[in-house]
C-alpha cells in the first residue's frame, strides 16, 4: 500500500495521551495542510459526538492556548465518534460504518498495552484492518517474550509494512539534529571511533516525580519506560555507520546493527535507585523496590567501537530537566606544557531537550599572561526555532505516508529487548536518594575512572559539573 491514509481512527480519544499529545499534532497538521481528513475518535466513556468535541477544543485550549482558531474549527469539523467496549465486537462493526468509503485507515493504538492484542483481532475480525496502517504506542511488550507475542498477534492481521511502532523520540528534532550533524560534517567521522573516542555520556534527567502515576510506575520503572526505547535509540543514533541513504530501510538497516553489537545488561554493570518519597505516591507500594533511576555501562562489540564505553543514565527527582549526550575525546597524546590537560577536555555535546537544539564542542585556550596555561572554552550552538515539527506531528504525518523510517521495526524492538531482558525485575536493590540530587552515589563509582558523570544545566548553555 503506498497511497496516503484517507481517515485517522484514534482508539483512546478521551485519554491522557491524546489530550496531550495528539490532538495538537493534528491541529498542527491541519494548519500546515496536511490533514484534510475524517478523524474518528474511539473511546468507552459513554459519550456523544458533541462531548468528544469538547474534549478536543479543551486540548487545544490547554497545550496550544488556541481553540478558536481556523485550523482549530477545522479540526473539529472532520471529527467522528464511536463509543463501545474496546473487546466488544459491535464497537468495530459500527467503527466500520462510521469508515464508510474510507478506503486506506491509519488506526493509532493510544490505549492499555493490555488491550493491543484484543483490538487489533477485532479490527481484522470486522474487517476495518483492511489496505490500513497501524500506530502502536511504547510500551510495545514488558519484556522479550512479550514483544514476540505481540508481534506475532500484529502479523497474524497486518503485514510488517503496515505497522508503525512509535517512539516519539526518534521524532523530536534534536535527534534528527543529532544524525544530521554526524552525517553533514567531514570532519566528524575520522575521529568517530575508539580511536579518538574516550566515553560516551548519555543522561535523561526530570525534575519530577511520578506526580500521581505512581500505579502506572510500579509496572514499569524507569528501565521499561525509557531505557529499553528511547536511551537504546541515542545509542544507536551515536553509533550508527553512515547508511546508504537517510530514507526508507536504509537508516533502520545501520540501527539495528548497533543495538545487535550491544552486550545484555548485567546487574554487575547498572545501578538502580529510588527517590525518597516515591513509596508514599498513589499506587506505590509501602515496600516497593521499583527503580525511579537506573544508570549503566554497555560497550559496542564493534570494529568502530570496542573498549569504549557508554554510560546511560535516566531519572526522576533529579536536579533539572534536560537530554544531553557527551562524546568525550582522549587526551592528546603527549603534555607538551607544565599544566596537565584535565580530563574531559575536549568533546562533543548534544542536548537533545526538553527545548533547546543544541550544540556544543569543548576545548582548550590559553589564558592572557607568561604562563602556558590554559582554560576551558565551549563553542555553543543553539537551533531552536518555533517553525520546527513537534515530534507527533512529524510521526503522525510520516505514518499516513507509509514512511517508517522513524519508526521501530520488528527486530530493532525485540534487539533492544534482548539487551535489557536478563536485569528486568531480578536485578540488585533500588539505592535510595534524596529529592533534587543526582541519585545514589552507587552510580558514581561507575565512572570515576572517566573523569566522573557530566551533570547537565537547566538551561543547556555552558557546561555543567
Known sequence: MTE??????????TGDLAHRKIYPALK????????????IGVARSGWKLEQFQERVRDSLDKRTNDATSPPAEKLISLLGYVDGDYQAPETFARLKEVLKDAKAPLFYLAIPPSLFGPVVKLL????????????????FGRDLASAKALNHTLHSVFPETAIFRIDHFLGKEPVQNLLYFRFANSFLE??????????????????????????????????????QNHLLEVVAS????????????????????VLRAISPFTTQSMVRGQYKGYRGDVGVAPDSDVETYAAMELHLNSWRWQGVPFFIRAGKSLPVTA???????????????????????????????PNQVAIAVGARTKTPGERMAGEEVELYVCNAT???????ERLIGDAMSGDATLFA??????????????????????????????????ADRMVAAFGGWYNPTQDGVGRGT
Open 4 to 13: 496516503r491514509s484517507d481517515a485517522v481512527v484514534l482508539l483512546g480519544a
Open 28 to 39: 498542527a497538521m491541519v494548519k500546515r495542510g496536511t490533514l484534510d481528513v475524517p478523524v
Open 386 to 392: 518555533s517553525e520546527a515539527k513537534e515530534a507527533y
Open 409 to 442: 521495526r520488528e527486530d530493532s524492538v525485540e534487539a533492544a529487548w534482548a539487551i535489557c531482558d536478563p536485569i528486568l525485575d531480578k536485578s540488585g536493590p533500588a539505592y535510595r536518594y534524596e529529592q533534587g540530587s543526582w541519585g545514589p552515589r552507587e
Open 323 to 353: 537530554t544531553e549526550v557527551m562524546v568525550i575525546l582522549k587526551a592528546p597524546p603527549q603534555q607538551v606544557f607544565d599544566e596537565p590537560v584535565p580530563p574531559q577536555s575536549n568533546y562533543f555535546r548534544f542536548r537533545l531537550g
Open 124 to 139: 481484522g475480525e470486522s474487517g476495518c484492518a483492511k489496505n490500513a496502517r497501524v500506530v502502536v504506542e511504547k510500551p
Open 238 to 257: 551515536l553509533g550508527m555507520d553512515p547508511p546508504v541513504g537517510y530514507w526508507g530501510e536504509a537508516q533502520r538497516d545501520e540501527r539495528i546493527k
Open 190 to 227: 575520522p575521529i568517530w571511533n575508539r580511536n579518538y573516542v574516550d566515553s560516551v555520556q548519555i543522561t535523561m534527567a526530570e525534575q519530577i516525580g511520578v506526580e500521581g502515576r505512581g500505579k502506572f510506575y510500579e509496572e514499569v520503572g524507569a528501565i521499561r519506560d525509557v531505557v
